[in-house]
């Protein structure tokens, strides 16, 4: 959304309303955030704003943009304690671990979005989208890394290349855990040593890939994915 309305703020005090405008700005950053009061509005500031650019929202929601690399929140995000964190690991996670992690009660401030790819020890080959939504996580897989495609088979096309060799890494390709965190009051190095603690150990990765399908809870981690129709979709235009 360009312009987001939040309507009834006679209902609420200016400080409330000023942390709803934060974590607004936090999860958007680049719309414009406008007060209503029984859903009177001037017209000109929601009609022909001109604002709608679909090539940017393809290529770059917000949520990649965090990935990209802009972390900078919003000044008044920060101000009201809203902030984002990108979790960056080359590693794969352990099901089991990963599990536990995604189905405790959220402790750690408020969490307001969370969304990325994740690499699972069990499916090491497939590329997993985790999004928290409301108050539980929900994730599914969403096809192969290119670390496991025949390169005659990538796409040809500079941009798309680009975007692939960008998260290039010598030993692992582009399989990688990258998973924004959007939220109030995040303890990021709590998040930082629970995420770190769902990642296989030194040992369990020198067991190799053939021995990862049969981690503890791998079946039980898959038959709580979504099915494909119900996982949210990526962008057409976004170089995985």
């Not at 099901?95 to 750690?108: C, G, T």
């Not at 599914?140 to 495609?149: C, P, T, V």
């Not at 040992?203 to 099915?227: K, M, Q, R």
Request: with cysteine; proline share 7%; net charge negative.
């Amino acid at each position: 959304a360009n312009v987001i309305l939040v309507n009834k703020c006679d209902l609420i005090d200016d400080t409330q309303y000023q942390t709803l405008r934060a974590m607004l700005a936090g999860l958007n950053p680049g719309a414009q955030i406008l007060p209503m009061v029984a859903g009177n509005v001037e017209l000109s500031t929601i009609l022909g704003t001109q604002l709608f650019d679909l090539p940017s929202l393809a290529a770059a929601p917000g949520w990649m943009k965090q990935m990209d690399g802009d972390d900078t929140p919003a000044a008044e995000s920060d101000t009201y304690g809203v902030t984002s964190w990108v979790y960056r690991e080359r590693a794969p996670f352990h099901p089991q671990r990963l599990l536990e992690f995604l189905s405790r009660p959220w402790s750690n401030g408020r969490l307001l979005r969370s969304k990325g790819y994740f690499w699972l020890a069990s499916r090491h080959r497939e590329i997993g989208l985790l999004v928290h939504s409301g108050k539980q996580f929900q994730w599914d897989y969403l096809g192969h890394w290119w670390n496991f495609i025949d390169p005659s088979q990538w796409p040809q096309d500079k941009y798309r290349l680009q975007g692939i060799m960008a998260k290039w890494d010598s030993i692992v390709g582009d399989c990688r855990q990258e998973l924004v965190f959007i939220g109030q009051d995040l303890d990021t190095a709590t998040l930082q040593r629970e995420l770190d603690h769902c990642l296989l150990s030194a040992d369990e990765i020198a067991t190799g890939p053939s021995a990862w399908p049969a981690l503890p809870w791998a079946s039980g981690f898959d038959n709580l994915a979504l099915s494909a129709s119900q996982a949210p979709p990526l962008p057409a235009a976004a170089a995985i």
